[in-house]
Nanobody
Framework: QVQLVESGGGLVQAEGSLRLSCAAS????????MGWFRQAPGKEREFVGA????????RYGDSVRGRFTITRDNAQNTVYLQMNSLKPEDTANYYC??????????????WGQGTQVTVSS
C-alpha cells in the first residue's frame, strides 16, 4: 500500500516557476515508478510525466516536455515536479500517482488527493 500527499500548489504568474512535492508513505516507495497527472475543469485527465523507481528514466507529456522536470529522493520518500515557464494553460489540479507500469503508460495503482496550480496571465 502506498499513500501519497501532494503539496506546493498555488497561484503563480505566467513564465514563473513552481515546485510540487509528493510525500509517500510505505516501505516500498523505492520500488514504484511515480508520475504526475493533471486535470483542468471540463477537460480530460492528462499525463504530465513519470519517473522510474531508481530515477534513471523519465518520460513527459508533449505539452510539458522541456519545461517540467520530475525527480525523486528515495531516501525521503518524495517525488518532485519542477515546473518552469508556466503558462495559463498549465492551470489544473495536479495529482501524484504510483504504479508498477506507469512509465509505460498504464494507469496508476495509487493516487494522491491533488494540489491546485493556477497560472495567471
Amino acid at each position: 500500500q502506498v499513500q501519497l500527499v501532494e503539496s506546493g500548489g498555488g497561484l503563480v504568474q505566467a513564465e514563473g516557476s513552481l515546485r510540487l512535492s509528493c510525500a509517500a508513505s510505505g516501505r516500498t516507495f523505492d520500488t514504484y515508478p511515480m508520475g504526475w497527472f493533471r486535470q483542468a475543469p471540463g477537460k480530460e485527465r492528462e499525463f504530465v510525466g513519470a519517473i522510474s523507481a531508481n530515477g534513471a528514466l523519465t518520460r513527459y507529456g508533449d505539452s510539458v516536455r522541456g519545461r517540467f522536470t520530475i525527480t525523486r529522493d528515495n531516501a525521503q520518500n518524495t517525488v518532485y515536479l519542477q515546473m518552469n515557464s508556466l503558462k495559463p494553460e498549465d492551470t489544473a489540479n495536479y495529482y501524484c500517482a504510483a504504479g508498477r507500469r506507469i512509465i509505460f503508460g498504464d494507469d496508476p495503482e495509487y493516487w494522491g488527493q491533488g494540489t491546485q496550480v493556477t497560472v495567471s496571465s
